[in-house]
């Protein structure tokens, strides 16, 4: 790890207010951890599902619980409201739009600066060819996988079904010039940051010298609903859409779980994943807040009931997910979501219904 990479990741340590007894096993090679002896040391609790379970490269406390069920009532007035505060926030965090490029540049000057510091892992994947035969359809049986190459086809496969599904609104989705309302203008920046995301999902790709990746569409009859489903009616698809943002988040904070265990020995390409993966969490935190304002009592009531199905029939789709996952703690923690499980870093480069804060 070089001089800039440590200052960082100490640096980082330190906003957190973690003492030397706390760093991960990378620092600890690197610095003398004298002062974990000289005071003791307090335990920091974590929820058994939360971001931070196991996540030595990134630690950060939790803070106290403050917020309800993203399932809590609230009234249209200020469901209404809640969309202006949005759109303030997504304003203040992406910057201005670039559609040409479908990106954000705030997003686009991010992305500049992990590409202008490259971390590569040191302990390539065995046989790379087996997952260039894999990661777009599996041709074997996938308990013959290594963890690596099993973890890097399901994440690829997972991505896969977000850039298809963002490719096929785009043409349906008024331009910021043509945009009448503020959710018309929300939805243009909302595929906009999903475009960056599979930037960043590349970029993870790369840091494991996976650099022949190709975003693949899906097959015909997959490719269909996709694009019909953002022509439905609100009602019909409101609650849909928003168990598909809850889905996602809950899928994130799992693989945030797994990357401990499957890149146990890679520190540095570790903390690189997390670093560019919580990225994507922080918009999908939102993105959950925001979809959750399209919703009245029947919508969520509706939504909720969607939750079971949608993530099984999901993960039936990807046969590396039964591997890597328990399906029904996936099923229990989306429905029980609430922000109080997220770092105080992340929210606060999110944001929040207010319906849902304490």
């Known amino acids: 790890m070089g001089p800039s990479r ?30 974990a002896a000289a005071e003791p040391q307090t335990e920091t609790r974590f929820p058994s599902w939360d971001i931070r379970q196991g996540a030595r490269d990134y630690p950060v406390p939790v803070q106290a619980p403050s917020y309800r069920s993203i399932f809590s009532p609230s009234r249209g007035r200020e ?143 997959m490719g269909r609903i996709y694009r019909v489903f953002p022509s439905f009616p609100g009602a019909i698809m ?22 401990d265990e499957v890149f146990a020995t890679e520190p540095e390409a570790r903390f690189r994943v997390r670093e560019l993966l919580r990225e994507v969490i922080a918009d999908e935190l939102a993105h959950v807040g925001q979809r959750r304002n399209f919703l009245g009592p029947i919508g969520v009531r509706a939504a909720r009931w969607m939750v079971a199905p949608m993530i099984r029939m999901f993960c039936h789709d990807l046969p590396e997910a039964k591997y890597l996952f328990d399906i029904d703690r996936l099923v229990q923690d989306a429905l029980a979501f609430d922000y109080s499980t997220i770092s105080s870093d992340i929210l606060s480069h999110s944001w929040v219904p207010s319906y849902c804060k304490g």
């Open 6 to 35: 440590l200052r960082r990741v100490q640096d980082g340590l330190r906003r957190e207010g973690y003492r030397c007894g706390h760093c991960s096993p990378l620092l600890r090679r690197q610095r003398s951890c004298r002062s």
């Open 238 to 259: 409101s609650p849909p859409a928003f168990v598909t943002e809850l889905m996602g988040l809950t899928f994130y904070l799992h693989i945030d779980r797994l990357l």
């Open 79 to 221: 469901r209404i409201d809640n969309f202006d505060g949005y759109w303030a926030y997504t304003l203040q965090r992406d910057g201005e739009i670039l559609e040409e490029e479908k990106d954000l540049i705030k997003k686009k000057d991010l992305m500049a600066r992990y590409q202008a510091d490259p971390v590569r892992s040191r302990d390539p994947l065995p046989n790379p060819e087996l997952f260039y035969r894999n990661y777009v359809r599996m041709q074997v049986d996938p308990r013959t996988l290594n963890r690596k190459t099993l973890f890097l086809t399901f994440l690829y496969k997972f991505a896969r079904h977000e850039w298809v599904g963002i490719s096929a609104a785009w043409e349906g989705t008024p331009s910021i010039a043509e945009s009448k309302t503020t959710n018309e203008k929300i939805s243009r920046y909302h595929l906009c940051e999903e475009f960056c995301h599979v930037r960043l999902f590349h970029e993870i790709f790369r840091t494991f010298h996976l650099d022949r990746v190709e975003w693949v569409p899906l097959g015909k009859w």
